[in-house]
């Protein structure tokens, strides 16, 4: 790897007698792994029907490494939404948050998603998670997370942060801001970063950084948590940002973590509640995690949604096959049924990409239900389930999009699982299931 002289001079100098560990880190392997979506099945589940070797990931209860040949991404498991495929260390910042049932949670630079589903694991379908990211396109692949873990109570956003900060100040209990950066902690994984490092390096970064920790500072409530998050190693970009906002605000502090027993402290004077992840340190790339908290004490402002009753004959029929005795509020966008979460969220005139759990579509009196849908359910939620072996060919068939047949399926909507987790709708005719699995969830 042929590693800048400027930033190795710069790593010499941050590391010091480690610094020839580093090199020796920086000629070895990444690693792989996946991190088990608890909203679906437990750890201690998942461990007994796993399909490949797993080894615990110490920082993250719910991560395990697996071997580079596993190919977690081909398995149906993965199509199910049971794990999420992640690199040890970006497990960190989401682990270190210490997200509560009932919270309102921003992820504020949520893209492509995977720390998003890590929180709302936390939060147990209970108060609101609001995934936002500047950019609208980068938001699909949110969305797209989101939508495999089978994510009920979150909207997905694409807003300037100096916005959300104005329209809502001391309004969330915990933020995540994962922020952009000159990304030195994932050259050994990704060394096309390198050249972005010589066009854009701290210098670039740490001015955004600075505005963006302040803005975060701004909505999150008195009492509140928030981690801010990097993966790289500058600490002008690190610690110095942490500094910029305490210059700014006299009611930050720095948390010491339970997690920061796996980790390096930080390097400043008065940091050393600050994490860092290195490479010769872990099995992982590298990252800088920092916990902060605000003083003071808030009320709870979470506020019951309040909805008008949704009418359509065809989405009223099909919900009659579902088994749910809770109640919930649907709210009709653009020809979109939506079951909007249970804590409010004012999203008006906010660019949203999704409003809660999107339920299907409307055409006239006809209701199509959605993969999203599909991938909230529990099998046994579901009057007509065809349930296929992992190593059935039908179940590959499905993922590809094809059609299938099965002698037991009843006519109508039926929901496709691979064991008891749903994988999407079928179609039934006369034992013949049409495929209804959306494009963009099939196996290529």
């Known amino acids: 790897m042929n590693l800048p002289d400027k930033y190795l001079d710069q790593m010499s100098d941050l590391l010091k007698e480690e610094y020839p560990l580093y090199l020796e880190a920086m000629k070895q392997e990444s690693f792989s792994c996946v991190r088990i979506n608890t909203d679906k099945i437990s750890v201690e589940e998942f461990v007994k029907i796993s399909p490949f070797e797993l080894k615990p990931v110490p920082w993250c209860a719910e991560g395990f490494y697996v071997n ?84 009920e109570n979150s909207y997905v956003i694409a807003e300037d942060l100096n916005n959300l900060a104005k329209r809502f100040p001391e309004s969330f209990d915990r933020i995540l801001l994962d922020a952009p ?162 804590t409010a969220f004012d999203n008006a005139k906010i660019r949203t990409v999704l409003s809660g759990l999107h339920m299907g579509s409307v055409k006239k009196d006809r209701f199509e239900p959605s993969q999203h849908l599909a991938l909230s359910l529990k099998a046994d939620q579901f009057d007509n389930v065809l349930k296929l072996e992992p190593d059935d060919i039908r179940c590959e068939k499905y993922l590809r999009g094809e059609t299938i047949s099965d002698d037991a399926c009843k006519d109508g909507w039926v929901l496709v699982c691979v064991k008891d987790y749903p994988l999407g709708f079928g179609k039934c005719s006369s034992h013949t299931i049409k495929n209804k699995l959306e494009k963009g969830f099939r196996k290529i």
């Open 68 to 151: 580079e040949d596993a190919r977690p991404g081909t398995h149906p498991y993965y199509y199910a939404g049971l794990y999420y495929i992640q690199e040890p260390s970006a497990m960190a910042p989401a682990a270190v948050l210490p997200v509560e049932s009932g919270n309102i949670v921003l992820d504020a630079c949520a893209a492509p998603g995977g720390k998003s589903t890590a929180l709302a694991c936390k939060l147990h379908g209970t108060g609101v998670l609001v995934s936002n990211d500047i950019s609208a396109s980068r938001q699909n692949a949110t969305l797209k997370n989101m939508t495999r873990f089978g994510i």
């Open 181 to 342: 950066c000159s990304g030195e902690g994932m050259f050994r994984k990704e060394p096309s970063l390198i050249t972005s490092w010589l066009e854009k390096d701290s210098s670039y970064y740490a001015p955004l950084q600075k505005e963006l920790i302040i803005n975060a500072w701004k909505m999150l409530k008195p009492g509140g948590k928030m981690v801010y998050s990097t993966c790289t190693f500058d600490p002008c970009e690190d610690e110095e940002i942490i500094a910029a906002l305490m210059e700014q605000y006299d009611d930050v502090i720095i948390e010491k973590s339970d997690l920061s027993v796996h980790f390096a402290s930080g390097v400043k004077p008065g940091f050393e509640n600050c994490m860092r992840l290195y490479p010769h340190r872990l099995n992982g790339e590298g990252h800088f995690v920092s916990l902060l908290s605000k003083k003071g004490n808030a009320e709870n402002t979470a506020e019951p949604l309040r909805a008008k009753p949704l009418r359509h004959e065809g989405f009223e029929q099909f919900m009659k096959q579902i088994k749910d005795s809770q109640r919930h509020q649907y709210r009709l966008i653009n020809e979109h049924i939506y079951r909007i979460p249970e």
